[in-house]
């Protein structure tokens, strides 16, 4: 499967780079995140639950982040378990760069399925893939909109520390290897 995309998000580079290296802002914008946890200086494991028709699975997934150019560009490698559901395998080359007061978050994933999950057509897999990216993304922009000047709410929480926990492609690489599952799944 390749899958490929790009979004506007309302927030600087920086801002957008930090975003998506706090754990508490990632877990709750990816849907079915259960967790994320760092084994090693560049590798995470994950556990994302999906359901896509009537196969539900929870996937154990290990990432690891190489050729990383912080705040602007990095490559996740990601092979996912989910047990008799079947397996999910592949990389994701992510960028960003500034547009205005915003950022161009522009992505590029490979990835290949087995397991029961490879049955399910490839309509449904493809489906669910679009609405779960499109879930992400609304989240994660909605948590980096600027409030509406009449409204009185504090704005978001900005830019975590670097030192927070989870690098923004840990919690991309996991929506990954979700998409890729689901993608992969029908071939």
């Known amino acids: 499967m390749d899958l490929q995309g790009e979004r506007l998000i309302p927030a600087s580079v920086q801002r957008t780079w930090d975003a998506l290296n706090d754990p508490e802002t990632l877990k709750a914008c990816i849907p079915g995140c259960e967790s994320v946890t760092r084994t090693g200086d560049n590798t995470f494991e994950s556990v994302v639950a999906v359901k896509i028709g009537p196969v539900s699975a929870r996937f154990k997934g290990r990432l690891e982040m ?6 602007r560009a990095y490559t996740i490698n990601f092979d996912g378990q989910g047990g008799a559901a079947g397996f999910g395998k592949g990389s994701a080359d992510v960028s960003l760069a500034a547009e ?4 161009r978050l522009t992505f590029a994933a490979k990835a290949q399925v087995g397991g029961k999950m490879a049955q399910i057509g490839s309509r449904l897999v493809d489906a669910t893939a679009q609405k779960l990216t499109e879930q992400f993304f609304t ?3 909605e948590h980096l909109r600027p409030p ?9 929480a900005s830019a975590p520390p670097a030192s ?4 923004m492609w840990v919690w991309i690489a996991g929506g990954a290897v979700v998409l890729a599952v689901l993608y992969f799944a029908t071939r």
Request: charged letters at 20%; proline letters at 12%; zero cysteines.
């Open 66 to 71: 190489t050729n990383v150019e912080a705040p």
């Open 100 to 103: 205005g007061d915003s950022t």
């Open 139 to 141: 989240a994660f922009e």
């Open 148 to 156: 509406a000047a009449d409204t009185g709410e504090a704005a978001p």
């Open 164 to 167: 927070s926990g989870i690098p």
